[in-house]
């Protein structure tokens, strides 16, 4: 019997993925550990790989759908076999098209006829359920295939053209008198800007040429083309959600301090002199860490009216990728000595940037640190991840003339801002904790024992 191809499980908190693109087609031949399918969870793209040998028989959930986790997505076998009949899927749904005029009406529903009440004249029970209408989605307008064809042909859009025939159908008569209206023939327009588009369902009468005289041109469609609206990848939905909701809910309120890094900057290079690499991001995060110790109110949560302290510190990393951001954790993060730390920290930085995160190696973080030092920014402010009670926002380090002794100098200053649930944490605990950070990362003598 053919083996099933299910929807993996990859996290705790994983409810469903969308497969994003097949990397075998049917009547492939398939090897264990073959990537089957890209899929896309609410954090990251991941790779499925076969566990099985044999020929991709079939395929029955195809790219850009979106399903539970677990079910049957694939079978793979022998040719010729009988496939067995694939459980049903408990819920599909198709990623939005990226252009709005192009999705499908939706079926009506039918009202539920009404109860006849009881011959006692008792009250009908009430339905255990009641099906909610969708909100309306307009109806495209009917249209005669002679009108489809010459509004096509002149790359127009026709949803927009009132109709005047029955029950509103747009005729070719009333693409003729719109055309007249908007003065087509008075529009100028390369044919292979035509062309392309007509290629992309595009409507000339709404592009803005830039050639001689209004003329359009390639790159004109070109522009139109970008502008389309396209939908978020799952990540990005993800993201803004979760800010969004963050940012409107949590009363945020920021500390920022500059940090003199000169001497610490100093003794790195000892240390890489010496065959020890270590990052600025290393020496920020056992900074965190150590004084959140100190700290543990940062170190908590505020749930409804009551605040839930963090026992360990499971340290968040941003880390930037092309599509969005994720945020890999460094479990107990308080127990690790600084190399492991470091290590730590490198392992999962190295896996999302290649896309091998697991979900579950994204989601606990008691508390985030934001590093853009890299990105010659100055200061910035980040939004607290849910869940957290605060994060830290740290910008590059840059040589300021700055005041020593009475006296203007050069020195390395790095900014970082904390931001903090005013909830649960003070700005007198704010400032404390921020502080702490960097007493730490300006005292030299502490790094010499833990590196």
């Not at 053919?2 to 090897?31: F, N």
């Not at 079910?71 to 819920?91: H, N, S, Y």
């Not at 969004?244 to 809910?249: A, I, K, L, Q």
């Amino acid at each position: 019997m053919a083996d099933i191809v299910i929807m993996p499980k990859l996290g705790q908190a994983t409810e469903e993925s969308t497969i994003i693109k097949w990397h075998k087609k049917e009547g492939d031949l398939v090897k264990k550990g073959d990537v089957l399918f890209e899929m896309e969870t609410d954090k990251a793209v991941l790779e499925a790989e076969s566990f099985f040998e044999g020929t991709l028989l079939k395929i029955i959930v195809p790219e850009g759908v979106t399903v539970p986790v677990n079910p049957a997505v694939a079978f793979v076998g022998k040719p010729g076999e009988t496939l067995p009949e694939p459980p049903p899927l408990p819920t599909t749904r198709q990623t939005p098209a990226a252009s709005p005029t192009q999705q499908p009406a939706p079926t009506p529903l039918q009202a539920p006829a009404p109860t006849a009440p009881p011959p006692d004249g008792t009250p009908a029970p009430a339905k255990a359920a009641t099906q909610i209408q969708p909100p309306a989605v307009p109806q495209r307008r009917p249209i005669s295939p002679r009108a489809r064809a010459l509004a096509k042909s002149c790359a127009i859009d026709p949803s927009s053209i009132q109709g005047t025939g029955p029950n509103g159908r747009v005729t070719e008569a009333d693409v003729i008198a719109c055309l007249k209206i908007q003065g087509y023939d008075n529009i100028r327009i390369s044919p292979a800007a035509k062309n392309l588009a007509m290629l992309n369902n595009l409507d000339i009468l709404r592009i803005r040429g830039t050639g001689d005289g209004g003329r359009i041109m390639v790159q004109d469609v070109e522009r139109a083309i970008r502008e389309k609206p396209r939908p978020m990848s799952k990540m990005r939905q993800v993201i803004a959600r979760r800010l969004t909701e963050s940012f409107t809910t949590i009363p945020h309120f920021y500390v920022t301090v500059s940090a003199d890094m000169t001497d610490l900057m100093a003794y790195r290079k000892e240390l890489k002199d010496r065959g020890k690499s270590y990052t600025v991001t290393d020496f920020i995060l056992e900074a965190v860490v150590l004084s959140l110790l100190e700290f543990p109110s940062v170190n908590s949560v505020a749930e409804g009216t009551n605040v839930r302290w963090r026992g360990s510190v499971d340290l968040g990393v941003a880390v930037s990728l092309e599509d969005g951001l994720v945020v890999p954790v460094i479990r107990n993060a308080d127990s690790l000595s600084m190399p492991e730390l470091r290590d730590a920290a490198r392992v999962l930085t190295e896996k999302a940037r290649s896309g091998k995160l697991l979900p579950d190696e994204m989601t606990g973080s008691s508390f985030t640190v934001s590093n853009m030092g890299m990105m010659n920014v100055e200061n910035f402010h980040a939004i607290i991840n849910p869940g957290e009670g605060a994060i830290l926002a740290v910008a590059s380090a840059i040589e300021t003339a700055v005041v020593r002794d009475g006296k203007i100098t050069a020195r390395t200053m790095m900014k970082m801002t904390l931001s903090a649930d005013h909830r649960i944490v003070d700005g007198a605990v704010g400032a404390a904790f921020i502080n702490a950070i960097r007493s730490k990362l300006e005292d030299v003598e502490l790094w010499k024992p833990l590196t």
